[in-house]
């Protein structure tokens, strides 16, 4: 099943064009930057806004421009989580999250009101007016007055550009979780590349209403020629498991895909679960053999797939370790120009990947 | 001391707000939400009594319903007479002289409301009137407050327009502010002083107790 979207729309000087065949499964972030289009298309999807064009959702059609059909947003089975959390002031934390739930069908409720509110930590908060919330507390019950609507598509418009660090880092936990339990489609809209990383499994990357760059998210973010992921320093994106912690040293033995073994700082998830780490390029460097006497805990090798000269001086290799089972990883490393000389690297070669321990940290 | 005229002075103006916030309510939601280009031509309208001497109302009243007037001849059709010089005459150019009391407040508090909140009334599957009632309204409350006082409060005040097309018919038509001019008419000053002072009285509690509304929801939302 896919979600369909055609739409096409002129608003001034901003035109939109956009023709994508989304995944109806896992987390799609449409990634730009301010102005780039991906909440005009995020509005379109949700049928606030009307664009000529069609969607559809799997086989069932929610606007098509041919036929004169146009389901308004009320009739639309979508969760919305708008960027300010937009709570009615008029009502309890409890009546706000009832609002939606009340006007779902008893026999398309699929979400559980007292799961939600435990899950989302809003146990306290029920009786409480919304203006006496916190950014985050706000952001958490519009993220639950969304899903008690039993959505078939949720729908997510930078729903952590309006607040502040510690209430980000708070919060990112429970978008995590929404990735890995919840069974419905989501598309998520950011320009935030750590969001990005985190969160997506699929990108829809716009620029001035058109789509540049679309596929499966761990390609797009490792992708040796798309530093497109517009002025953020390169880096690749790896999903690996957490084999388990070391205490004394703050450590966690993290598990690639190949079956490598890496060290990361201390990470807060439990042993045994999944987890996404970025390593920048810059924290990748390359040596010809085993250093020995290093203070570096990664050395892993590698072979170089592919090179890329950008910035002067400098040179962004990608590199496959190849692991069990053909399983392989890759990464990315910034070397200087000098260096890719001096030791005369080529495609092919096998080398060693020196990853500073810092360079795994979650937050990349 | 003679209450006729105060009971059928709050009767009027009773009335006479509940009518306009049928009319009124409608005309704000679409001056609040409308791109029409005749917006501001309606907007220029409503608030023409604002302007307008009460006279200049109560005469094109009096022309309109009278038994040559346009209005005139509906109602007579309709088999009701003619309105001027009757209760329900006044409690119609009443409403006209009162219409931009209510209507703005209203208009003001739903172009305050904004979009947003009725877009994620939407997205949480409320349809039009569901989300006009259970949202919109709710959150202009402080509007309809200040709309339901001010409109009260005028039409108790009025007194050209009453004269013009109610004349002074006790019981009917003999409001307040016509009972006043009255008896300083002829000259018992102490009837018309014990009116004024309770007009007085009346006025400044409604404006008191309208400001201390407003603070007090102001407070409220200060605190977010």
Request: aromatic share 6%; net charge neutral.
């Amino acid at each position: 099943m896919t979600i369909d979207v055609q739409f096409r729309a002129q608003r001034g000087a901003f035109s939109l064009d956009v023709g994508l065949k989304l995944p109806a499964r896992g987390v799609t972030a449409l990634f730009g930057h301010s102005g780039s289009g991906k909440t005009t298309m995020l509005r379109a999807m949700a049928g606030l806004e009307h664009c000529a064009g069609s969607m559809l959702f799997g086989d069932e059609i929610w606007q098509d421009h041919a036929q004169g059909v146009f389901l308004t947003a009320e009739k639309r089975p979508i969760g919305y989580v708008f960027q300010e959390a937009s709570l009615f002031g008029h009502l309890s934390v409890q009546d706000n999250l009832e609002f939606g739930f009340r006007r779902t069908p008893v026999s398309k409720r699929r979400v559980d009101m007292l799961e939600t509110v435990e899950w989302l930590g809003l146990g306290d908060l029920l009786q409480r007016s919304p203006v006496n919330l916190s950014g985050g507390e706000r952001q958490r019950v519009a993220i639950a007055r969304a899903l008690l609507t039993s959505p078939e598509l949720l729908l997510m418009d930078e729903p952590l550009s309006a607040l502040d660090g510690a209430a980000k880092a708070a919060i990112m936990p429970y978008l995590e979780r929404l990735h890995a339990e919840l069974s419905i489609p989501v598309v998520y809209v950011t320009h935030a590349v750590e969001e990005v990383s985190r969160l997506a499994d699929h990108i829809v990357q716009l620029e001035a209403g058109r789509v540049v760059a679309e596929g499966p998210a761990l390609s797009i973010l490792s992708d040796l020629h798309r530093p497109a992921m517009a002025g953020e320093e390169p880096g690749a994106v790896i999903e690996a498991s957490i084999r388990e912690h070391d205490d004394a040293h703050h450590l966690s033995e993290l598990v690639l895909p190949g079956g490598q073994v890496v060290l990361a700082p201390r990470l807060a998830a439990d042993a045994g679960s999944p987890v996404r780490i970025r390593i920048p390029a810059r924290e990748v460097s390359i040596s010809l053999r085993v250093p020995e006497g290093t203070s570096i805990l990664n050395i892993l090798p590698g072979r170089i797939l592919d090179h890329e000269e950008g910035d002067p001086g400098r040179v962004l290799v990608q590199l496959e370790l190849e692991g069990k089972k053909g399983k392989s990883t890759r990464l990315l490393s910034r070397i200087s120009r000098y260096s890719w000389d001096r030791l005369g690297l080529r495609e092919g070669m096998v080398v060693q990947a020196q990853i500073k321990s810092m360079g795994l940290a979650h937050e990349g | 001391m003679d209450w006729q005229p105060v009971w059928l002075t709050l009767k009027l103006a009773g009335l006479t707000t509940a009518l306009l916030l049928l009319v009124g309510t409608p005309i704000a939601w679409w001056l609040a939400r409308t791109t029409c280009r005749f917006k501001h031509a309606v907007s220029a309208i409503v608030a023409l009594p604002i302007v307008l001497p009460p006279t200049v109302i109560g005469f094109y009243l009096l022309v309109f319903l009278g038994p040559h007037g346009p209005g005139g001849a509906i109602t007579q059709w309709l088999g009701l007479g003619t309105l001027p010089f009757t209760f329900a005459g006044l409690v119609i150019a009443s409403a006209v002289y009162s219409l931009p009391f209510v209507v703005q407040p209203i208009h003001n508090a739903f172009e305050s409301v904004g979009k947003r909140p009725l877009e994620v009334a939407a997205t949480l599957g409320a349809g039009p009137w569901d989300r006009f009632f259970s949202v919109a309204v709710p959150l202009a409350r402080p509007g309809f407050i200040s709309a339901m006082v001010l409109g009260f409060a005028h039409t108790v005040g009025e007194f050209g327009v009453v004269l013009m097309i109610g004349g002074n018919i006790p019981g009917e038509t003999r409001v307040l502010s016509v009972a006043i001019y009255d008896h300083v008419e002829t000259l018992e000053y102490g009837k018309a002083h014990i009116l004024s002072a309770c007009m007085l009285g009346f006025a400044f509690l409604v404006l008191l107790g309208l400001y201390l509304a407003n603070g007090r929801i102001a407070g409220r939302e200060g605190r977010a």
